[in-house]
């Protein structure tokens, strides 16, 4: 029963629609013979995807089944055409390779560039360790040769390298 309502109302709701269709047109562009009704109606078709009832022109048809015709000046012109679109697609492909390859290399350069960063970082704090482990050495040297005899301090120091000798006497106390 559900099936057989259903068909009814499929029969009676697309004449409705295309009725309905019809009525909402300005009365000037209503189809006036069966020709143009199939034209309107095979175009409203067309429109909203439903192939069955889609209407295409004869002439088209016909334009589509005829092989052109063409000139040997037109063949060269299309050949030409070809083969520049072809050169063309050749182009984009090889520029996209290439914008693919600056990519990566782009981005190997970032990360060489990061990690010279944090080597620099790296030598920058063994440079500050090392200046403090001197200066603490140092620290130390003067305290040694403060507690030694005047004498035995001064001919030791006097073995040592001059600018090793300079810091150490600067940094004493009489």
């Known amino acids: 029963m559900f099936l057989y309502s259903y068909r ?8 409705l629609l295309l009725g309905s269709i019809l009525m909402a047109r300005p ?3 209503i189809p006036t013979t069966l020709k143009e009704g199939q034209q309107l109606i095979g175009k409203i078709c067309a429109d909203y995807g439903i192939e069955f009832c889609a209407y295409v022109p004869q002439e088209d048809k016909a334009d589509a089944k005829k092989p052109l015709k063409l000139t040997a000046t037109e063949r060269q012109i299309l050949t030409r055409l070809v ?3 072809e050169a063309l697609e050749r182009r984009g492909r090889d520029l996209d390779r ?3 390859q600056l990519q ?3 981005e190997d350069v970032q990360r060489q560039i990061v990690q010279l960063e944090r080597i ?3 030598i ?3 440079i500050e360790t090392k200046k403090a482990q001197d200066i603490e050495q140092l620290e130390k040297a003067v305290s040694f040769y403060t507690r030694m005899d005047p004498a035995a301090a001064a001919l030791s120091i006097a073995n040592l390298d001059q600018k090793t000798a300079v810091n ?5 106390k009489d």
Not at 168 to 172: E, F, P, S, V
């Open 83 to 85: 083969e520049q679109q």
């Open 124 to 126: 920058e704090q063994s």
């Open 27 to 29: 009365a000037y562009s």
């Open 168 to 172: 150490i006497l600067m940094r004493m």
């Open 8 to 15: 009814i109302s499929l029969r009676l709701m697309l004449p």
């Open 120 to 122: 620099q970082l790296d």
């Open 104 to 106: 990566a290399l782009q």
């Open 98 to 100: 290439r914008e693919t």
